[in-house]
């Protein structure tokens, strides 16, 4: 199947700081990708959709200012995670679409100290 | 009411056994289910798509779909140690974008030798 990657696997930044995600899908384009956020325990909540060449569409309560959300080309899209907070400690998570099917990056773990 | 109601777990079971996870849902308008499967630590992966009511089989896993009851359910026989992970449904309309894909809280499933 598709495959898309992320990196950093797992970052521990200092508060106030911004923090860049990269989603990539490999071996295929992606016009559009998916950046989700999941607590421990929880589901995986969708935060914004990427699209390539536009801005990025973000879900009702995600604030687009302190998730800054770039996709520059059909195979990258990055995730900043600015001013960052404890709280925006989180698994981050990028999809994108391929055919009829959504593949899932490994996801990256956020820690806020 | 959430739109999808899953049992969070965790769920154990001996080596061998037959598990079934499921998954309500209260919007008749969702038409495409999936179930994924996700590790410690990793982003989810596919196991299970399906669009009609009934049964798909594939290997050791049956997806099951009755969208009279708007319930689904995802069999595992025969299980695995491996198969030990957080198991999430996740379902979305007919003609939509992933934009609408909604997950259920994933059901954590440990299979001891």
């Known amino acids: 199947g598709a495959v898309v990657s992320q990196h950093p696997s797992r970052v521990i930044c200092k508060s106030g700081t911004s923090v860049k995600i990269e989603c990539r899908s490999l071996d295929f384009q992606a016009t559009t990708m998916f950046w989700y956020r999941q607590f421990p325990k929880k589901s995986l909540m969708l935060m914004a959709t990427?699209?390539?060449?536009?801005?990025?569409?973000?879900e009702q309560g995600v604030e687009k200012d302190k998730f800054l959300i770039n996709h520059a080309s059909l195979t990258l899209s990055t995730l900043t995670v600015t001013s960052a907070h404890p709280e925006d400690s989180s698994f981050y998570i990028c999809s994108a679409p391929s055919l009829d099917e959504q593949y899932f990056g490994p996801g990256t773990r956020l820690t806020v100290t | 009411q959430k739109e999808v109601e899953q049992d969070p777990g965790p769920l154990s079971v001996p080596e061998g056994a037959i598990v079934s996870l499921n998954c309500t849902y209260s919007?008749?308008?969702?038409?495409?289910f999936m179930w994924y499967r996700q590790y410690s630590r990793k982003g989810p992966e596919l196991l299970m798509y399906t669009y009609s009511s009934g049964n798909k089989e594939d290997g050791r896993f049956t997806a099951q779909v009755d969208k009279s009851s708007k319930y689904i359910s995802l069999f595992i026989r025969d299980s695995q140690p491996s198969d030990s992970a957080t198991y999430l449904c996740?379902?979305?309309?007919?003609?939509?974008?992933?934009?609408?894909?909604?997950f259920g809280t994933g059901t954590r499933l440990l299979v001891s030798p």
């Open positions: 990427s699209n390539e060449g536009s801005k990025a569409t973000y």
């Open positions: 996740a379902m979305k309309w007919v003609n939509t974008g992933f934009q609408k894909l909604v």
């Open positions: 919007n008749s308008a969702f038409q495409y």
